[in-house]
C-alpha cells in the first residue's frame, strides 16, 4: 500500500479532445495535454487517460495525445481504454504512461493480465473494474498480477471495499468532502478520481489539507527543514540555486523569504522574494515559464537552497535557457559528459537538415533517404558485431562511434530526440 492516498483527475480521450465522460462526448477542452498540465499544476497526485476510441487509426492517433499528455502533465499518468493485446499495453507505458490499465468488462483482458504483469512487472499493470463481483469473480489472477483496482461503477464501492486484497482507486460522481475522508480512511483504499476530483482541482490544496487534519496520510508537501531552520543572510533571505534535474545545468540563482518558501512547497512550483521589487513573485506568472518543482534540499549550513526543477521554456528574462552566458574567462577543454556531446552532434545533424551544406555526408544520407539510412545503419551494426570479436578494444569503439552518428542521421528523420530516448531508458 502507498504511504499516502491520492486525489486523481480523470481526462476521456474522444477524438484527440477531452470529453466529459464515458456516455458524454461534450467536449470539455479542445486541448487534452494543457488539461494535463493544468491538473498537475494544482497538485493532482496522478492522472488517468479512458481512450475511448475504437478503430485501430483513432487508437493510434489518441496513443500519439496520451504520449502529449505525459510529457506536460509532470505527474504519473495510467492509461486506459482500447486495450485488446499485449502491444497495446506497450504502446501505453512506451507513450510514457506510468501504469497501464486492462478493461475487465472484456473477458480476453482477464487473461492477459498474467501475461501482461509477467512481460512488464506486476506494479505497472491496473485492473479496470465495473462492478465489486468482478473483483470477487477474478480474486486470484488480481492479487497475483494486478498492482491495482480502478473501479468505474458507484454502487459498489462498499463491496469493493470489503473483498478486494489490493489496493482500489475509486470513482465518486460529486465532491462531499465527508464521503473523500471516509473512503481515504479506508486502508483498502488508494486514492479517488471521477468528477469529483475533475470538478474540484482549484481546491486540491484545501482538500488535502482537509485530510491531512483528519489523519489521512495525503501529500501535502510538508518540508523536512522548516523556515525557522535555515541560516538567512542580511536582508532575512536564503540564495537559491535552480538546476534542470535532468541536465543538471543551472539556470539561475535567486531568493526567498518565508512566504515565497511556503509558497513555492504548497504549489509545487517555484515562488521567489524579488529584492528590487520587494515582493514575492512566481516564476512563470507573466510569461508562462513556470518552474516544477521536482527535489529541493539545503546546504550543509543550511544558508542555501538547491532546487531541481523542469523548466518550462527559458529561465532567463533575456529568454536565454540559462541566466549564466556572460563569458568572463575560459580555458580550452573537451565536453565529455555524454548528454551534453549526444545533443551538440544531434543538433549539428538537425541544422544540416535544415541548412544543407555542399559536400556534406549527412546531407547525402538526407537526400538519398530512409531506405539509404536504413542499410547504412544495418552496415554499422554488423560492423559492430565483426569488431567485437577482435581482441583489440579500439575497433569496437570505432564501430559504435560510427553506429551512432548513423543513429542519430535516424532519429533526425523520424523526429525523435536524446530526451525520449533517455525517458525510455529511464522508465525501463
Known sequence: MNSYKKLIPCIYLSDKKAVAGFKDSTVISEDPAALARFYGENNADELIVFDLSCEDEAHEEALDMIQIICREAQIPVIGAGNVKRMEDIKKLLYAGCAKAALNYSKEDNVELTREVSLKFGKEKIVACIAEASEIEKNEGMLTEFADQVILTGVKTIKRAIEVSKIPVIVTLPEVSLDKIIELLSCEI??????????????????????????????????????????????????????????????LMVAYMNEEAYLA??????????????????????????????????????????????????????TGSRSCFFNEIMKKEYEVTNPLEVFESVLGVIKDRKVHPKDGSYTNYLFDKGIDKILKKLGEEATEIVIAAKNPNANEIKYEIADFLYHMMVLMVEKGVTWEEITDELARR
Not at 267 to 291: A, C, I, V
Request: glycine share 8%; with cysteine; charged share 30%.
Open 264 to 317: 513555492t512547497l504548497k504549489s509545487g512550483r517555484m515562488n521567489y522574494y524579488s529584492r528590487s521589487r520587494k515582493e514575492q513573485w512566481l516564476k512563470g506568472g507573466t510569461s508562462g515559464h513556470f518552474q516544477y518543482v521536482k527535489e529541493i534540499t539545503a546546504d550543509c549550513d543550511k544558508d542555501t537552497i538547491l532546487a531541481k526543477v523542469s523548466q518550462v521554456g527559458a529561465a532567463c528574462h
Open 189 to 250: 483504499i488508494a486514492g479517488i478520481t471521477g468528477p469529483a476530483i475533475n470538478e474540484n482541482v482549484k481546491e486540491l490544496n484545501d482538500i488535502k489539507d482537509l485530510c491531512a487534519g483528519n489523519g489521512v496520510k495525503v501529500k501535502t508537501f510538508e518540508p523536512a527543514i522548516k523556515w525557522e531552520e535555515l541560516k538567512k543572510n542580511s536582508e532575512g533571505l536564503v540564495p537559491v540555486v535552480v538546476q534542470d534535474y535532468k541536465t543538471r545545468e543551472v
